[in-house]
């Protein structure tokens, strides 16, 4: 059972992170290559306040904080900078972050940061906690979808200019969205943190952050069910392909290509083409 | 003395970024696609140099031969993977570039195994004495020499001939170009080409500063590169180059000075987001 559970945590991990991306991304349409960053803010408080024998279930909130105060920093920057070149911020970002992470002597330094104790829930009790918690965003993503705040973040991601003209506080909305897709993606590194008990500088990089936008983008922009569909089975998809080993990274990258090069809307987008074809029978 | 040798490697640093920056720039400013994969052509550039100088003995040779090759792989990347994309909003040309660039890495791995490759006798080693207790390497004199060479020429082209005039006209305006006569298909695979080629040559000369080729090595051009053209303003090729040079001073200087604070690649993104917020349109980008 012990494989089976680390398995089931690291799925619900990433769900929780790629859903996060996917309420910046997706819903509002602001694009993040940097979204690992945050994660990694998170896990970083998470895992000094772990050392000194805090309880788990404090860590969370104040990880989140953190994340949402620098995603805060960043969603101002996404008022000033847009599309092409908020990605290159985004990206940016990541590089300080673990520039910054790697020159300081209290947060380990290159080695990072291990032996985090285990918390008291034992680790079936934690992965119940990660995949409630991806749960409880998943639900808050679905409700947001539908309410008017949805269409407010499409008629965002479409256009900005229009929305302004339409008297949509667009920078209002953005904020939004970069503060709570950022400290949800705090959350997501606190319970990385528990769940692998070391945080280095080299988990949270550029890497990490095209990973995750891989997810949401596989599973289709947006799209709540795809997402989590694909950041479950992505999550876990080197270990389902360790027969290839030594073309693992290969037959992932050409996976990746091959979906944008047929299928750019996705998971979700195949879904719908098939649903489409059986109604039209 | 010291400030005279950090400012050249500034400047050997910064013409290498040049003329990695600007085919990212020339595809940029035609096509608006984040093309990442552009650093893997740099990466075979580099392959190809060390094979054909081991195979030849000719560097001269090496160079021509990675120029052509990787342009006709840029052509190829071009009409396979980006062409079918170019209707799609853009991030979907930039993943698949991403995944384009992770995969062209594996391939090298695999193929050319995981410790790369050397010079077997490296060509143009040693060096001159500027003035007194100033020393230049032969390479680090070729990389100035070919990036102001190939720079110039590329000028001219893009100013006083037929082709620079169609290629500017497509740029500007495709349909407009396309109604007076300019085959902008064209114009598009020698963007590839010529840009390609530029990569190339930096990769030859990369793997000649370092006497080693290896599948990682861009990875670190493959970002730097994006955070320049952004820098210089996207699509602009002037701000391109003032870009590149400032980030190669700067990181030269700014290791040694402030290097405990951030390392090289944080420098270069911090400098980026100082200026994006004060300048969002880049240096010499317009809005």
Redesign the interface.
Known sequence: MAYEITLLTTMAISVLFALSLNFITGFCGQ?SLGHAAFMGVGAYAAATMMKASISLLFVIPVAAVFAGVLGLLVGF?SL??????L???T???V??F???V??QEFLGGEIGISGIQQSVLGRTGFMLLCVVLAGVFAGFSLLVKRSWLGFVFDSIADNEDVSQVLGIDVAKYKLFAFVVGTATAGIAGALYAQHYRFVGPDSFG?VES?SV??MV?VGGIGSVWGVMFAAAVLSVLPLLIQFVD??K??V???L??SM??FS?DGLAGIVQRLRNRVRNR | MLYLELLFQGIVQGSIYALIALGLTLVYGLLRILHVAHAALFTLGGYIGVIVTNQTGSLALAILAAMIVVGLVGVAMYKLAYEPLLSKPPFIALIASIALFIAAEELFRIIFGPYGLSYENPPLQGGFEIISGFFLKYGEALVIILSLLILSVLGWISGYTRLGVSWRATVTDPDMARAFGVNTQNVRYLNFFIGSALAAVAGVLVALLNNLVEPTMGSVPSYKALAIIVLGGLGSIRGTLLASMILGVIESFGTIYIGHLLDRDALAFGFLIVVLMFRPQGLLGTR
Not at chain 1, 80 to 85: A, E, K, L, S, T
């Open positions: 694009i920057a000033r900078v847009r599309h092409d070149f990605a290159i911020t990206m940016g970002v590089f300080l673990v520039g910054v790697r020159q550029f095209i936008l891989a983008v030594d073309y990274i290969l992932y990258s050409a990746l290509f944008m090069r750019p």
